[in-house]
């Protein structure tokens, strides 16, 4: 265990995704967890879940962590204060006032049979994306292990790979495979995974030549999803659509269409992909859609699944390296192999 | 002199086969013979003599070929170009750019699982106007060598799929041929 943490601990602070401000290492700082729930009894773990997350993360990483009550005191010297709930277009700013690489903050709301739901949104300043996941365990003789799991979650995103799995996809399901590949090499791919025991859509299958290049998958590396995603931040305030009397029937023609752009693909893009993965899954009457992206010599992978029914992204990962091959035969075993977080 | 020339082309080629190691291999999955006498729609990239070769064998061997005078579906960028989105939007002030990254980032996504529901949807009338069972896609002139795949258009299921590996020399009449014996669970 102690071994693993080291080589994770070692390829974090190797990693080129951290911009790192202080010498040191990176800056990572925890926000409140928000009680989501009505019980006022459980208010105390708005501070304790992060302060807990916070010292297992110093722990394992040569990392500069910063806790609830620090961010306070560097905010009361601007005259702001920390806010319970944050929109994702307020966390550059935030991050830039108190100096931080990472902003880690969510909510958690309890359930039935004293099990706890738990929200974590993890924002990276440099690359301006946000990572979302819940996770449900069992409170207090449990608390413990969720914290430590949670920990992991977060330790296996900022690794190398990029990790995430919520479940596995058991062999049986179809999946409709969207990839940069084409011809023989698409025919290697599927092949894989018809062998593998799973049912293949046709999707670009049913075409001679592949338009999604290199370049253009890279577009679905950021899957916005209800429960758990990775995604681009935006910031609608920036968007100005000037307006005054000087403007005309023409421009206000122009305005209104882009504002409506912005509408359907920035605001309102969740539910419109919702709708969208629906009429793709019933036509092809697909339960997974995993995406698969190659470098160009076609020797590294990156991989996303989203399940249908929640439209979740249910696993991620980054530097698959192989061939095509060997790539398919890594993303196989670990699609249809139960990892199980104690 | 040749010696050298020899080598560096052998140098070459163990450089350039790992990079491109799957398109190469011989590869077969057939999850269920096709029939014989099934209704085809067979797309092909060729000129129209070697499409004809390719027709006349599909039909010698007992199937009815639906006339699908298609080398490809539309492709994406027929449909329209969302390029120009990216174009319009860097237009636009800098301080949009936030916005302008994550909505073209949606756009070109939305636009993506659009055209696969188009052709689903070309796939379903083939099926339901046209009566094809299975669309058969080929490629003789591949450089990684002749390949072909089948989709059974009941379910949209991949059935078949062969990568013949890279010859020099097949004809396009032996390359069906061979083809068909695969799909029809001949070989």
Redesign the interface.
Known sequence: MISRAAIIAITLLGLPLITARASAGPTMAFGYLVNESRDVNHEYLETIFPNSFASSIKNIFQVNVVKPGQIERLLEKQGRRLEKRYRP?DL?DLTDRIRSDYFIYGSFLTLPNNRIKIRLNLYSHGM?RIFSFTNIGRMEKEIFKLVDRITNIMIDFLGNNNFFMSRIVPRGK?I?I?TNLE???L?????AF??GGY???????????N??SRE?IG??K?I?APENSY??????R???VLHSTWTGRGYYEEINY?RE??R???QN?MN??SR??E??AG???IDTVLIIGFNA???KAWVRCVDIDSKDLIWMESNIRG???DVCGKILDRMSMEIIRK | MYKYITAACIVCLALIA????????A???L?RPIPANSSLAI???APNKVKNVVMTRFLARGFTVKAINA???F???DVFDYRD?KKVSYI??D?????L??????????H???Y??N???V??DMRNKWNVQY?I?L?LK?M??A?G?A?DLR????VW???QGVSFGGDSEKITDGFIDSMTGKK
């Open positions: 277009c550059m301006n179809k409709g969207l011809g023989g090499d025919n290697s791919l599927y092949c018809l062998k049912r293949i859509a046709s999707m670009q299958g049913n075409s001679l030549y338009t999604l253009l577009n679905f950021y916005s995604q681009i931040v935006s910031d609608p920036a968007v100005r882009r752009i912005y359907i693909f920035d893009y419109e992909k969208a993965l009429k793709l036509r092809h009457n010599p076609k020797t061939g095509i091959t | 790992p990079l491109s190691c799957s398109a190469g291999k590869v077969r999955y999850d797309i092909i990239d080398s490809d579906f492709s994406l960028n989105f636009g002030q301080e949009n750019f936030l916005s990254e994550k909505t073209y980032n949606s756009l070109f996504k939305m993506f699982y659009n696969e529901v052709k689903a949807e796939l379903s669309l896609l490629d591949s990684g060598g390949w795949r989709i379910t949209n299921d991949l799929i062969e990568n």
